[in-house]
């Protein structure tokens, strides 16, 4: 249930916010993440795990786990 | 009407009883002469009522608790001397910035530094106005008499909701160990004035927007269910930092006018025997008494001689001394200061008027003599 | 709409955000955490006082959206002191600097402890006055270097947690940004504690302490913390040797004591007790 609870929720990321310190794109255990002229980019939204440690290091609150209204 | 209660009473003791009167439920403070009696009384009394007493670790720490409590919903003071005045003076610049209700009892001794601690003085008087940086709103009282300093510990209490700002209680030493026979008032002779609160879960709150027709914004308490933000920056409405210019600006004009549009409401004052004075003495505080005796003497030598007290001594009365200066040609400014509250006499006095200064710091009160010998040097 | 994660939409001024702080200075994840640990604890929002002095790490609490009170350098706990003993209902929060907190704090800091009153408070340790620009304080290791020591420091720095135990706490913990979920329990223990708690959160301060020390990035910073932690209980395990270099982590003291305003709270009560009695 853990794995399937989790899938519901999707990365989430606040370009305004974003300052490009790239803490989120070495802790990516997965490695999904990278940045495009200094703002945070998903490469691949399948491949994260939703594991959170984006969500819990970034400095200025523009990642983040998030279940979607709509499903 | 029920008779008063009259008692033998010390200025310091009676200023702790104004202050219950005026509804005080929190002190905060640091021990030091000739003021110590004022934390001493309310440490035992406040108990009593269910109010709270801290001793500070010292007296930036005291300041910056009755600040503290004074946005959790409590009328707090705290009272010092010189030394801790100093002290005082940043978190005092932020109450008057956030705009927080309290009262600062200053029992002044010789200064400067530590002075002569036990002997009186009226040396703090310009650093009531101008000892914090920047351009602030000031209110001070000074009394002269054991029931006064009652009476005007209740008075900075009203002052200091009504206009929430802090206020001062600028009591020489001669008042604050002075003891004498008080008519203690009935609560029916005087009034309380509480802060305006915002209407409960007021939803649109601006924690520092000022309604139509009102003086300050409504004060909320911390844990009532507005969560707003109090800072000592410049700040907008809604209490948060800005660095606009018209910003900063409308502010500043909020603090300053707040008080300068209301000086008839803040400003009290006491006259003897100046109507056709054609040489006005200014005294106030412990020294006034010494110069009411001396009026009285030379009056009864002959010579046209009055007093002017004030009561409020910031802001400064300037309209009435301009008056009064109009019809006395001679104006006598007796302090225990080397002439600190004679310099805004010179300000707005009439120009064909001339001030006399007399100040005295050896820690000894003027006596009515020392007055009376100026007088006519003067006269 | 308001922007952010539903933890920034419940519990942050969103519209006061981004935030000042530096591209990777630590004091974000650290602001997080609180609210974190608040959101665990699930606080009432209402009796939540987040009390903060000046400096980078004090602008927290204009953010989030308790009761805050922004006050003057070094002294929040002396405010916070006040709000507390006023109303005991509220959960009093300080938000401090290791500049704020340890210099110009320090008289305010040992006095709370010592009376261990019921304060949470979290040291935002960026090892260096940043808002000022980049000068060392009391906490920046020997030797090191700030805009007012190009030299190299010769000023011992505190261990803040002693200092902390030494002075009276009676819960006392430091971790890191890196370690932001220790971090996020060690706060909530704070706070659950009835006394006068200190976490110590080690921040990172690329743009001055990183860059005049040379101690690279913001991704530098957290690695060195990530590597060079080592929690108390297993450096009791260790050899000497292997905690050459090493800072150490964890909670360092959790006693329980009288507490300073219930203390007071009982005296008020007998007094009044007393005073209806013979009445």
Redesign the interface.
Known sequence: MEQEQKKKKNL?T?R??C?????CV??CPVKVLELENEKVKVLDYDKCTRCGLC????????I???EDQNE | MSKNVVKLMQGNEACVEGALAAGLQFYAGYPITPSTEIAEICSAKLPLVGGKFIQMEDEIAGMAAIIGASLAGLKSMTATSGPGFSLKQENIGYAAMAQIPCVVVDVMRAGPSTGLPTAPSQGDVMQAKWGTHGDHPTISLTPNSVREAYDLTIRAFNLSEKYRTPVFLLMDEIIGHLRERIEIPNPDEYEVFDRLKPTPNDKNYKAYAVKEGEIVPRMASFGEGFSYHVTGLVYDEYGFPKTDTDVAENLLNHLMSKIDNNVDDIITYEETQTDDAELLIIAYGGVARAASKAVKECREQGMKVGLFRPITLWPFPEKRVNKLTQKSKKVLVVEMNLGQYVIPVHRVKEPDSKVFQYGKVNGEPISPDEIIKKIKEAY | MSLGSPIVKEYFRSDRLPHIWCPGCGHGVIMRGVVMAIDNLKLDKKKVCVVSGIGCSSRASGYMDFNTLHTTHGRALAFATGVKLANPELEVIVVTGDGDCTAIGGNHFIHAARRNIDITTIIFNNKIYGMTGGQYSPATPLHEVGTTAPYGTVDPDFDICKLAVGAGSSYVARSTAYHANQLIKYIQKGIENKGFSVIEAISGCPTYYGRKNKKGDAVDLMNYYKDNALDIKAAEKLPEDKKVGKFLTGEFHHEAKPEYVSEYMKIVEKVQKERSENE
Do not use: S, T, V
Not at chain 1, 19 to 23: D, E, F, P, S, V
């Open positions: 989430k606040i305004e916010w300052k490009g310190c790239g803490i070495a802790f969500e819990l290091r970034c400095p200025d609150l523009a983040y786990l998030e």
